[in-house]
Protein backbone atom coordinates (compact mmCIF):
# COMPACT_ATOMS: atom_id res chain seq x y z
CA UNK A 1 0.00 0.00 0.00
CA UNK A 2 2.71 2.42 0.59
CA UNK A 3 4.33 1.74 -2.57
CA UNK A 4 0.78 2.55 -3.82
CA UNK A 5 -0.16 -1.03 -4.95
CA UNK A 6 -3.79 -2.26 -4.32
CA UNK A 7 -4.71 -4.90 -1.79
CA UNK A 8 -7.56 -7.16 -1.42
CA UNK A 9 -9.71 -6.79 1.90
CA UNK A 10 -11.42 -9.51 2.37
CA UNK A 11 -14.77 -10.36 4.63
CA UNK A 12 -16.72 -13.35 5.10
CA UNK A 13 -16.05 -17.19 4.62
CA UNK A 14 -16.29 -19.98 2.27
CA UNK A 15 -18.71 -19.07 -1.00
CA UNK A 16 -19.65 -16.13 0.85
CA UNK A 17 -16.62 -14.34 0.73
CA UNK A 18 -15.90 -11.42 -0.74
CA UNK A 19 -13.32 -8.40 -1.10
CA UNK A 20 -13.05 -4.71 -1.51
CA UNK A 21 -10.06 -3.58 -3.87
CA UNK A 22 -8.32 -0.77 -1.32
CA UNK A 23 -5.64 1.87 -2.31
CA UNK A 24 -3.97 4.21 0.23
CA UNK A 25 -5.88 7.33 -0.60
CA UNK A 26 -2.41 9.44 -0.28
CA UNK A 27 -0.47 7.36 -2.94
CA UNK A 28 -3.14 6.57 -5.28
CA UNK A 29 -1.89 6.77 -9.07
CA UNK A 30 -3.63 7.47 -12.38
CA UNK A 31 -2.26 4.12 -13.33
CA UNK A 32 -3.51 1.58 -10.25
CA UNK A 33 -6.87 4.21 -10.02
CA UNK A 34 -7.77 2.88 -14.07
CA UNK A 35 -6.94 -0.61 -12.48
CA UNK A 36 -9.63 -0.47 -9.56
CA UNK A 37 -11.64 0.90 -11.79
CA UNK A 38 -11.58 -2.16 -14.84
CA UNK A 39 -11.59 -4.92 -12.16
CA UNK A 40 -14.35 -3.25 -9.53
CA UNK A 41 -17.68 -2.16 -9.42
CA UNK A 42 -16.29 1.45 -10.79
CA UNK A 43 -17.93 2.97 -7.94
CA UNK A 44 -15.09 4.35 -5.98
CA UNK A 45 -15.32 5.04 -2.62
CA UNK A 46 -12.91 6.73 0.02
CA UNK A 47 -13.10 5.87 3.60
CA UNK A 48 -12.10 7.60 6.35
CA UNK A 49 -12.76 8.53 10.20
CA UNK A 50 -15.78 10.48 10.70
CA UNK A 51 -13.13 13.27 12.64
CA UNK A 52 -11.49 13.60 8.89
CA UNK A 53 -15.31 14.07 7.49
CA UNK A 54 -16.51 16.34 10.16
CA UNK A 55 -12.66 18.56 9.18
CA UNK A 56 -13.67 18.09 5.33
CA UNK A 57 -17.06 19.30 6.08
CA UNK A 58 -18.74 16.11 4.18
CA UNK A 59 -22.23 15.57 5.76
CA UNK A 60 -23.66 12.22 5.54
CA UNK A 61 -26.31 11.75 3.05
CA UNK A 62 -29.16 9.94 5.48
CA UNK A 63 -29.53 10.83 8.90
CA UNK A 64 -28.06 8.22 11.11
CA UNK A 65 -31.60 8.01 12.85
CA UNK A 66 -33.13 7.64 9.21
CA UNK A 67 -30.48 5.29 7.85
CA UNK A 68 -30.47 1.74 9.21
CA UNK A 69 -27.70 0.18 11.60
CA UNK A 70 -26.21 -1.71 9.02
CA UNK A 71 -26.15 0.10 6.37
CA UNK A 72 -22.97 2.18 5.14
CA UNK A 73 -22.50 5.85 6.28
CA UNK A 74 -21.96 7.45 2.80
CA UNK A 75 -20.97 11.36 2.69
CA UNK A 76 -21.90 13.97 -0.15
CA UNK A 77 -19.91 12.91 -3.24
CA UNK A 78 -17.29 15.14 -4.08
CA UNK A 79 -14.24 15.97 -6.89
CA UNK A 80 -11.17 18.22 -5.96
CA UNK A 81 -11.45 22.04 -7.07
CA UNK A 82 -8.45 22.20 -8.58
CA UNK A 83 -6.19 20.20 -11.20
CA UNK A 84 -9.21 18.06 -12.30
CA UNK A 85 -10.85 18.25 -15.42
CA UNK A 86 -14.53 16.33 -15.51
CA UNK A 87 -13.83 14.34 -12.50
CA UNK A 88 -14.48 11.05 -13.80
CA UNK A 89 -11.42 9.92 -15.11
CA UNK A 90 -9.06 8.07 -13.31
CA UNK A 91 -6.25 10.56 -13.13
CA UNK A 92 -8.97 13.08 -11.56
CA UNK A 93 -10.24 10.17 -8.86
CA UNK A 94 -6.57 9.84 -8.18
CA UNK A 95 -6.30 13.83 -7.56
CA UNK A 96 -9.24 14.12 -5.58
CA UNK A 97 -7.64 10.86 -3.36
CA UNK A 98 -4.97 13.11 -2.57
CA UNK A 99 -6.82 15.78 -1.62
CA UNK A 100 -8.94 13.94 1.04
CA UNK A 101 -6.05 12.42 2.43
CA UNK A 102 -3.86 16.13 2.49
CA UNK A 103 -3.43 17.38 6.02
CA UNK A 104 -3.66 20.39 4.46
CA UNK A 105 -6.93 20.20 2.67
CA UNK A 106 -10.20 21.87 3.95
CA UNK A 107 -13.52 21.87 2.69
CA UNK A 108 -12.82 24.78 -0.01
CA UNK A 109 -10.58 22.39 -1.94
CA UNK A 110 -13.30 20.19 -2.90
CA UNK A 111 -16.22 20.89 -5.02
CA UNK A 112 -20.16 18.87 -4.11
CA UNK A 113 -21.46 16.68 -5.96
CA UNK A 114 -18.64 14.71 -7.65
CA UNK A 115 -17.15 11.64 -8.13
CA UNK A 116 -15.90 10.30 -5.51
CA UNK A 117 -18.50 8.81 -2.42
CA UNK A 118 -16.64 9.29 1.35
CA UNK A 119 -17.69 6.72 3.35
CA UNK A 120 -17.84 7.87 7.25
CA UNK A 121 -16.17 5.04 9.31
CA UNK A 122 -16.88 4.10 13.02
CA UNK A 123 -15.19 5.35 15.86
CA UNK A 124 -13.73 1.84 16.64
CA UNK A 125 -12.74 0.70 13.26
CA UNK A 126 -12.95 -3.01 12.93
CA UNK A 127 -13.40 -3.73 16.42
CA UNK A 128 -16.77 -2.03 16.34
CA UNK A 129 -17.80 -3.00 12.57
CA UNK A 130 -16.02 -5.25 10.63
CA UNK A 131 -16.46 -4.06 7.54
CA UNK A 132 -14.23 -3.33 4.69
CA UNK A 133 -14.54 0.15 4.76
CA UNK A 134 -13.03 0.36 8.42
CA UNK A 135 -10.30 -2.15 7.31
CA UNK A 136 -8.95 -0.12 4.62
CA UNK A 137 -8.79 2.81 7.16
CA UNK A 138 -6.89 0.89 9.81
CA UNK A 139 -4.78 -0.30 7.01
CA UNK A 140 -3.47 2.73 5.74
CA UNK A 141 -3.12 4.02 9.58
CA UNK A 142 -1.03 0.67 10.56
CA UNK A 143 1.03 1.69 7.31
CA UNK A 144 1.97 4.82 8.46
CA UNK A 145 -0.19 6.61 6.37
CA UNK A 146 -3.36 9.30 6.25
CA UNK A 147 -6.05 7.06 7.11
CA UNK A 148 -8.29 7.93 3.92
CA UNK A 149 -8.62 4.97 1.62
CA UNK A 150 -10.04 4.86 -2.69
CA UNK A 151 -12.01 1.30 -2.41
CA UNK A 152 -14.37 -0.48 -4.58
CA UNK A 153 -16.14 -3.73 -4.99
CA UNK A 154 -14.37 -6.81 -6.69
CA UNK A 155 -16.15 -8.15 -9.48
CA UNK A 156 -15.83 -11.00 -12.05
CA UNK A 157 -16.49 -10.81 -15.83
CA UNK A 158 -19.98 -10.38 -15.57
CA UNK A 159 -20.04 -7.52 -13.49
CA UNK A 160 -21.51 -9.66 -11.00
CA UNK A 161 -19.60 -9.47 -7.32
CA UNK A 162 -17.07 -12.08 -6.85
CA UNK A 163 -17.83 -14.28 -4.31
CA UNK A 164 -16.00 -17.52 -2.50
CA UNK A 165 -12.38 -18.01 -1.31
CA UNK A 166 -11.14 -19.83 -3.97
CA UNK A 167 -11.94 -17.09 -6.56
CA UNK A 168 -10.81 -14.46 -4.74
CA UNK A 169 -7.53 -16.14 -3.85
CA UNK A 170 -7.08 -17.22 -7.28
CA UNK A 171 -8.07 -13.32 -8.85
CA UNK A 172 -5.02 -12.83 -5.70
CA UNK A 173 -2.59 -14.73 -7.14
CA UNK A 174 -3.31 -14.04 -11.03
CA UNK A 175 -2.40 -10.39 -10.14
CA UNK A 176 0.07 -10.76 -7.53
CA UNK A 177 -1.88 -8.69 -4.75
CA UNK A 178 -1.75 -9.58 -1.04
CA UNK A 179 -5.26 -10.49 0.47
CA UNK A 180 -5.88 -8.91 4.10
CA UNK A 181 -8.85 -10.73 6.19
CA UNK A 182 -10.95 -8.76 7.93
CA UNK A 183 -11.16 -10.93 11.11
CA UNK A 184 -7.28 -11.16 11.17
CA UNK A 185 -7.00 -7.11 11.55
CA UNK A 186 -9.36 -7.46 14.27
CA UNK A 187 -6.80 -9.87 15.71
CA UNK A 188 -4.24 -7.52 14.82
CA UNK A 189 -5.80 -4.93 16.62
CA UNK A 190 -6.64 -7.15 19.74
CA UNK A 191 -2.77 -8.19 20.31
CA UNK A 192 -0.80 -5.14 18.64
CA UNK A 193 -2.90 -1.96 18.92
CA UNK A 194 -3.42 0.71 16.41
CA UNK A 195 -0.31 1.30 14.34
CA UNK A 196 0.35 4.30 16.00
CA UNK A 197 1.23 2.80 19.48
CA UNK A 198 1.06 -0.89 20.67
CA UNK A 199 -1.26 -2.24 22.60
CA UNK A 200 0.69 -1.47 26.03
CA UNK A 201 2.45 1.16 26.87
CA UNK A 202 5.04 1.18 29.47
CA UNK A 203 4.66 4.33 32.13
CA UNK A 204 6.75 3.58 34.99
CA UNK A 205 8.92 1.00 37.05
CA UNK A 206 9.75 1.18 40.22
CA UNK A 207 10.97 -1.03 43.42
CA UNK A 208 8.48 -2.69 45.75
CA UNK A 209 8.00 -4.89 48.77
CA UNK A 210 10.01 -5.27 52.03
CA UNK A 211 13.84 -4.48 51.67
CA UNK A 212 14.89 -8.23 52.11
CA UNK A 213 12.88 -9.12 48.88
CA UNK A 214 12.73 -5.78 46.76
CA UNK A 215 11.48 -6.86 42.79
CA UNK A 216 10.69 -4.51 39.88
CA UNK A 217 7.59 -3.35 39.16
CA UNK A 218 6.54 -2.21 35.50
CA UNK A 219 3.30 -0.45 35.28
CA UNK A 220 1.74 -0.85 31.77
CA UNK A 221 -1.77 1.65 30.13
CA UNK A 222 -3.70 -0.36 27.58
CA UNK A 223 -3.56 1.57 24.89
CA UNK A 224 -6.81 0.19 23.66
CA UNK A 225 -9.25 -0.15 27.07
CA UNK A 226 -7.05 2.82 29.19
CA UNK A 227 -6.65 0.35 31.75
CA UNK A 228 -3.46 -0.04 34.08
CA UNK A 229 -1.66 -3.37 35.09
CA UNK A 230 1.80 -4.69 36.15
CA UNK A 231 4.15 -7.08 36.31
CA UNK A 232 6.28 -7.79 39.20
CA UNK A 233 9.41 -9.35 37.87
CA UNK A 234 12.43 -11.47 39.47
CA UNK A 235 16.16 -11.93 38.30
CA UNK A 236 15.88 -13.40 34.67
CA UNK A 237 18.73 -15.59 33.50
CA UNK A 238 20.44 -15.77 30.19
CA UNK A 239 19.06 -19.37 28.45
CA UNK A 240 16.56 -19.76 30.82
CA UNK A 241 12.98 -20.76 30.19
CA UNK A 242 10.78 -18.37 33.47
CA UNK A 243 7.57 -18.81 34.36
CA UNK A 244 5.05 -16.40 34.77
CA UNK A 245 2.03 -15.79 37.10
CA UNK A 246 -1.00 -14.18 35.84
CA UNK A 247 -3.48 -13.08 38.45
CA UNK A 248 -6.69 -11.44 38.01
CA UNK A 249 -7.71 -8.10 40.33
CA UNK A 250 -8.26 -8.61 43.68
CA UNK A 251 -10.85 -6.76 45.64
CA UNK A 252 -8.32 -5.74 48.59
CA UNK A 253 -6.29 -3.73 46.06
CA UNK A 254 -2.77 -4.87 45.30
CA UNK A 255 -2.51 -8.52 46.92
CA UNK A 256 1.51 -9.02 46.30
CA UNK A 257 1.53 -6.72 49.61
CA UNK A 258 -1.74 -6.59 51.21
CA UNK A 259 -1.28 -9.00 54.01
CA UNK A 260 -5.26 -9.09 55.07
CA UNK A 261 -5.77 -10.87 51.19
CA UNK A 262 -7.32 -14.20 51.32
CA UNK A 263 -5.25 -14.72 48.21
CA UNK A 264 -2.04 -14.92 50.42
CA UNK A 265 -1.14 -18.32 50.13
CA UNK A 266 -1.08 -18.37 46.68
CA UNK A 267 0.60 -15.02 45.92
CA UNK A 268 3.40 -16.19 48.65
CA UNK A 269 4.07 -19.39 47.04
CA UNK A 270 4.68 -17.02 44.12
CA UNK A 271 6.56 -14.40 45.64
CA UNK A 272 9.19 -17.05 46.99
CA UNK A 273 9.59 -18.18 43.52
CA UNK A 274 10.31 -15.33 42.70
CA UNK A 275 12.92 -13.87 45.09
CA UNK A 276 14.66 -17.44 44.28
CA UNK A 277 14.95 -16.21 40.72
CA UNK A 278 13.01 -15.95 37.55
CA UNK A 279 9.81 -15.20 37.68
CA UNK A 280 7.02 -12.62 36.60
CA UNK A 281 3.82 -12.19 38.12
CA UNK A 282 1.38 -10.11 35.67
CA UNK A 283 -1.05 -8.82 37.51
CA UNK A 284 -4.52 -7.70 35.24
CA UNK A 285 -7.19 -5.37 36.65
CA UNK A 286 -10.55 -5.02 35.93
CA UNK A 287 -11.82 -3.17 32.56
CA UNK A 288 -14.09 -0.55 34.12
CA UNK A 289 -16.14 1.43 31.61
CA UNK A 290 -15.46 -0.55 28.96
CA UNK A 291 -16.87 0.79 25.89
CA UNK A 292 -19.85 -1.66 24.42
CA UNK A 293 -18.36 -2.21 21.10
CA UNK A 294 -15.43 -4.52 23.01
CA UNK A 295 -17.74 -6.14 25.13
CA UNK A 296 -17.31 -9.01 22.47
CA UNK A 297 -13.96 -9.23 22.19
CA UNK A 298 -13.29 -9.76 26.12
CA UNK A 299 -11.30 -12.68 26.05
CA UNK A 300 -9.04 -11.07 23.30
CA UNK A 301 -8.73 -8.13 24.77
CA UNK A 302 -7.06 -9.81 28.06
CA UNK A 303 -5.46 -12.72 25.74
CA UNK A 304 -4.11 -9.76 23.83
CA UNK A 305 -3.05 -7.40 26.72
CA UNK A 306 -0.95 -10.35 28.26
CA UNK A 307 0.94 -11.09 25.28
CA UNK A 308 1.75 -7.47 24.53
CA UNK A 309 3.50 -7.05 27.92
CA UNK A 310 5.35 -10.52 27.52
CA UNK A 311 6.52 -9.00 24.33
CA UNK A 312 7.42 -5.62 26.07
CA UNK A 313 9.49 -7.52 28.32
CA UNK A 314 11.26 -9.37 26.37
CA UNK A 315 8.91 -12.65 26.15
CA UNK A 316 7.49 -13.35 22.97
CA UNK A 317 6.07 -16.98 22.72
CA UNK A 318 4.04 -18.43 25.26
CA UNK A 319 4.20 -22.34 24.72
CA UNK A 320 2.26 -23.54 27.82
CA UNK A 321 -0.65 -22.83 30.54
CA UNK A 322 -1.18 -24.79 33.40
CA UNK A 323 -4.82 -23.66 33.68
CA UNK A 324 -7.37 -25.07 30.90
CA UNK A 325 -9.18 -21.55 32.21
CA UNK A 326 -6.51 -19.65 32.11
CA UNK A 327 -7.68 -16.93 30.04
CA UNK A 328 -10.52 -16.39 32.38
CA UNK A 329 -8.30 -15.03 34.74
CA UNK A 330 -10.32 -16.30 37.48
CA UNK A 331 -7.54 -17.07 39.97
CA UNK A 332 -3.91 -17.99 39.41
CA UNK A 333 -2.19 -19.64 36.62
CA UNK A 334 1.03 -20.54 34.92
CA UNK A 335 2.45 -19.53 32.04
CA UNK A 336 5.85 -21.31 30.65
CA UNK A 337 7.17 -18.79 27.73
CA UNK A 338 9.97 -19.62 25.60
CA UNK A 339 13.14 -17.03 24.68
CA UNK A 340 13.68 -14.70 27.22
CA UNK A 341 15.49 -11.45 26.37
CA UNK A 342 17.68 -10.34 28.53
CA UNK A 343 17.60 -6.42 26.48
CA UNK A 344 13.98 -6.12 28.24
CA UNK A 345 16.21 -4.50 30.98
CA UNK A 346 17.08 -1.65 28.95
CA UNK A 347 13.51 -1.25 27.25
CA UNK A 348 11.27 -2.12 30.07
CA UNK A 349 13.66 -0.25 33.23
CA UNK A 350 15.22 2.80 31.04
CA UNK A 351 13.78 5.20 33.14
CA UNK A 352 10.58 5.98 32.26
CA UNK A 353 7.95 7.92 34.27
CA UNK A 354 4.11 8.30 34.27
CA UNK A 355 3.08 11.71 33.66
CA UNK A 356 -0.04 10.44 36.04
CA UNK A 357 0.00 9.19 39.35
CA UNK A 358 0.38 5.44 40.25
CA UNK A 359 -2.94 3.48 39.56
CA UNK A 360 -4.70 2.34 41.99
CA UNK A 361 -6.80 -1.26 42.07
Same mark, same amino acid.
Given at each position: ??????V? $??????????????????? *????WT????????????????????????????????E??????????A?DA?????? %??????????????????????????P?????????? %??????A????????????????????M?? +??????? $??R???????????????T????????Y??????G?????? $?????????A??????????????????? *?????????????????????????????????DV????????????? %?????????? %?? *????????????R?? +???? +????? +????????????HH????????????????????????????A????
Amino acid at each position: MFDGRPVL $VANGTGTRLTAEVVIAGER *ATPHWTAWLVRFSSGLLCAPMTTWRAEQLNLPAMVDDDERGSQSVPFGVAVDAARGVTT %GISAADRARTAHVLASAESGPDDLVRPGHVLPIRTTH %GGVLQSARGSEAAVELCAIGGMQPVALMAA +LVDDDGE $VLRGRDNVAAFADVHGLETVLVEDLVHYRLFHGDGRCGRMR $VVRTREVGPATARVHAVDFEDQLTGGWHT *AYVGSLTDGSTPTVYVLGECSHGEPMFTPECTCDVEIQACRQRLAAGD %GIIVYLRRDR %GL *ASHLDAHQDQITRGR +LASI +LAQLG +LPRVIRGTSSSAHHLSGMCDVTVASPKKEYASRAFAGRSAAAAAPTA
